[in-house]
């Protein structure tokens, strides 16, 4: 892997002792959570729960998923400070989102997640590139990423998004909100122009309708969760023709979306 979860890294999780059904005392790892601000140049955007891991790819994916970033933007620098707990992207594009601003919408992830209100616009012109899922591939996927070692596995609490490609995970991303998880994703996607086009999303958390639009603005054209659907996720995920499959457990799953990319119909 390029990426792999690191549950001893310092500062990631704290111990906290507590008591058991029986009164007994146990000792137990929690996972951390701290506020970090993402300023655009000299615009603040966003503050966001996070567990304070790679917070250039975290502000670099949401700036580019919320279409703040283009594609063709030079980033002349991204700059953190640690005990402020924030983080300036620098473009040489000026840049000016007081308008979009106004149209913040909390969503449906952890941590309070916050999209902005024209995240949508653009997705009607949408092609997803067409691209054959073995089903193999899908259940080599969830047993190696399930058998992972993990922050989840070590502390609970917390979502993991993994870039794959075909039955080989790429690059593990865990954090309190889905929604950072999958920003940190993108913004390694964008620092290193990472092909999507033949890669394969695979999440913990709901397929929401948050999580098709970043998975398709990102270019992947499948999206996976042992988690289940929401229907606007779902009616987003059809009419862009994303491959949609939930409740992956085993060599189970339920597909809503881009069955002929699975069994090639």
Not at 30 to 46: A, D, F, G, H, K
Not at 181 to 203: H, Q
Not at 246 to 260: A, D, E, N, V
Request: glycine content about 10%.
């Amino acid at each position: 892997m390029l990426i792999a979860p690191d549950p001893e890294c310092a500062g990631l999780t704290r111990k906290v002792v507590g008591f058991d059904q029986a009164g007994l005392p146990v000792e137990i790892d929690v996972v951390e959570e701290r506020p970090l601000t993402i300023y655009l140049n000299s615009q603040e955007i966003v503050t966001a729960m996070t567990i304070g891991d790679y917070p250039d790819y975290l502000a670099l994916g949401f700036l580019r998923n919320q279409g703040m970033l283009n594609a063709d933007d030079v980033v002349t620098g991204v700059d953190y400070d640690e005990d402020l707990q924030v983080v300036v992207v620098r473009t040489e594009r000026k840049t000016d989102y007081e308008e979009k601003m106004r149209k913040k919408i909390r969503t449906s992830g952890c941590a309070v997640g916050t999209v902005f209100g024209d995240m949508m616009e653009g997705l009607e012109a949408l092609e997803l590139p067409k691209v054959e899922v073995k089903t193999s591939w899908l259940y080599a996927l969830a047993d190696s990423i399930n058998r992972m070692p993990s922050l989840y596995l070590t502390a609970g609490a917390i979502h993991g998004t993994v870039l794959c490609y075909q039955d080989k995970p790429l690059v593990y991303m865990e954090d309190v909100g889905r929604h950072n998880a999958v920003d940190k994703v993108a913004g390694w996607m964008f620092s290193t122009g990472a092909d999507p086009s033949d890669k394969i999303m695979y999440t913990t958390g709901r397929l929401t309708s948050e999580m098709v639009i970043k998975c398709a603005q990102m270019g992947i054209p499948t999206l996976v969760s042992r988690s289940g659907f929401t229907a606007w996720g779902v009616e987003i995920a059809q009419s862009i023709g994303l491959t949609l499959i939930g409740r992956m457990r085993g060599q189970r799953f339920t597909c809503l979306s881009g069955k002929s990319a699975l069994f090639g119909m």
